[in-house]
């Protein structure tokens, strides 16, 4: 995520979303921390990604519209949510940049 500059992931099983993991997550857990922070309070067996990732996902399918996008967004205070084809696999991923895009062009 660091290295892609990505905000937040989906984890998939069998290319089906079951949640998302984020930066916040990682911090909330803390797996990892600020340099500043010291290193008090740190895991003693490293944290897996099913232990701190969000879950359940919520999700839309590709054929919903930005509308049903904001709403479920807003509903859930949530920045990103992925999007499923008809059967229910990973296609991508909308965030509030994406929304913005689309509702000013």
């Known amino acids: 995520m660091k290295e892609r500059e990505f905000a937040a992931c989906p984890v ?6 079951i949640g998302i993991l ?3 997550d990682f911090l909330e ?4 921390r600020p340099q500043f922070e010291a290193r008090k309070g740190m895991f003693k067996n ?3 990604i099913f232990t701190i990732m969000k879950t359940p996902a919520m999700w839309l399918k590709s054929s ?3 509308e049903e996008a ?3 967004m807003l509903e859930r205070d949530i920045g990103r949510v992925p999007i499923i084809n008809d059967k229910g696999l990973l296609v991508g991923l909308v965030d509030r940049e994406d929304i913005l895009k689309a509702l000013i062009s």
């Open 12 to 17: 998939v099983v069998e290319g089906k979303p």
């Open 22 to 24: 984020s930066q916040q």
């Open 29 to 32: 857990s803390g797996a990892v």
């Open 46 to 48: 490293p944290a897996t």
């Open 64 to 66: 919903d519209t930005v």
């Open 70 to 72: 904001v709403g479920l």
